[in-house]
């Protein structure tokens, strides 16, 4: 089966545009999200996919990238929204849990073989850093390369697909991988920029997980090698662990940019500014609160709910 999509996919007799030239035909959005759904129910080999969808990055093809989208979001139940509500914006600023309850439109539920399966592939064929590159590259690519023979609409369109799904695969991979997979895999700042040529914003995006997990592992060394919990020690000493771990990251942005440039900003500035997220600022309490009442709601209607069997009761 696996073969014979990539076999339709390659099929270059069929027209990935629709005939006005500005949106992508129906064949491959049909048979992108039958991929989503056929790979998640079934253990299909997924690695020919993933490796075709890479080798049409490489050769200057954003299309296929919807299929890797829909592949991501029904595996592994990331939603990439586009016409999202003021609550769901506020739920994505919170962490994994109030993204899934509170970030997406449709619940996707019970993804973890599924999630388990798609990360296998990913490092089994060793695609996970190069898809981020790939697509990463690819949105410049997309304008400078493909632009100048396809339509306007057309060309926002990929150009909006391709950051999409970096984010989307890059939240995947942050949230599926372990600490140690991901810090082993994603290279500097300095190196994504310089010897990938990565836009700054991906090569942030890319190591922020890893300066949190960095902060947080110092400070925990921090507070068992020096005992005691007043408050003014511990901001202290996670002030020292920020320290630590950004100062060779502040040295590293020093070449991604021309001396005239830190005339005006500082790298401290830039490189926090880069490497914080919204949840690093503010904690979006309001919206954590309305998931919990709606999910003890949701419960209520249940326990209440006299014609639904006890064990389906256990499931919901």
């Known amino acids: 089966l696996a073969y014979c999509i990539i076999e339709a996919l390659a099929n270059p007799e069929k027209e990935k545009m629709k005939h006005d030239?500005?949106?992508?035909?129906?064949?491959?959005?049909?048979?992108a999200s039958?991929?989503?759904?056929?790979?998640?129910?079934?253990?299909?080999?997924?690695?020919?996919?993933?490796?075709?969808?890479?080798?049409?990055?490489?050769a200057g093809k954003s299309f296929d990238l919807l299929i890797l989208k829909e592949v991501v979001q029904k595996m592994a139940g990331i939603e990439i929204t586009e016409e999202m509500t003021m609550e769901q914006l506020e739920a994505m600023t919170g962490g994994e849990q109030l993204k899934a309850e509170g970030g997406y439109f449709g619940q996707i539920r019970n993804t973890k073989k599924?999630?388990?399966?798609?990360?296998?592939?990913?490092?089994?064929?060793?695609?996970?850093?190069?898809?981020?590159?790939?697509?990463?590259?690819?949105?410049?690519?997309?304008?400078?390369?493909?632009?100048?023979?396809?339509?306007?609409?057309?060309?926002?369109?990929?150009?909006?697909q391709c950051h999409d799904t970096l984010v989307q695969f890059g939240g995947f991979l942050a949230s599926n991988l372990s600490t140690e997979d991901y810090i082993k895999r994603v290279p500097s700042i300095?190196?994504?920029?310089?010897?990938?040529?990565?836009?700054?914003?991906?090569?942030?995006?890319?190591?922020?997980?890893?300066?949190?997990?960095?902060i947080s592992s110092k400070y925990d060394e921090l507070k068992k090698a020096e005992k005691g919990n007043k408050q003014q020690h511990k901001v202290h000493k996670y002030i020292t662990s920020c320290d630590l771990v950004m100062s060779p990251v502040h040295?590293?942005?020093?070449?991604?940019?021309?001396?005239?440039?830190?005339e005006d900003i500082s790298p401290q500035f830039y490189a926090t500014f880069w490497s914080l997220t919204m949840?690093?600022?503010?904690?979006?309490?309001?919206?954590?609160?309305?998931?919990?009442?709606?999910?003890?709601?949701?419960m209520r209607a249940i326990d209440k709910n006299m014609d639904m069997p006890p064990n389906k009761k256990k499931k919901k």
Request: proline share 5%; net charge neutral.
């Open 114 to 160: 599924s999630s388990q399966r798609l990360k296998d592939a990913l490092l089994e064929y060793e695609l996970a850093l190069p898809l981020c590159l790939l697509m990463a590259q690819q949105r410049n690519g997309v304008v400078f390369q493909e632009g100048g023979e396809k339509h306007l609409k057309l060309v926002g369109k990929l150009y909006d």
């Open 34 to 58: 039958f991929c989503g759904a056929i790979f998640r129910k079934y253990p299909i080999e997924l690695g020919g996919l993933l490796q075709y969808v890479a080798n049409q990055l490489k």
């Open 251 to 262: 040295e590293a942005v020093i070449s991604l940019h021309p001396p005239k440039v830190w």
């Open 21 to 31: 030239d500005t949106t992508i035909s129906s064949w491959l959005q049909s048979l």
């Open 190 to 214: 300095d190196f994504l920029c310089n010897e990938f040529h990565t836009p700054h914003d991906a090569a942030f995006f890319l190591s922020r997980p890893m300066y949190a997990h960095h």
């Open 279 to 298: 949840y690093d600022l503010a904690v979006p309490s309001n919206s954590y609160n309305r998931e919990i009442n709606k999910l003890k709601s949701q």
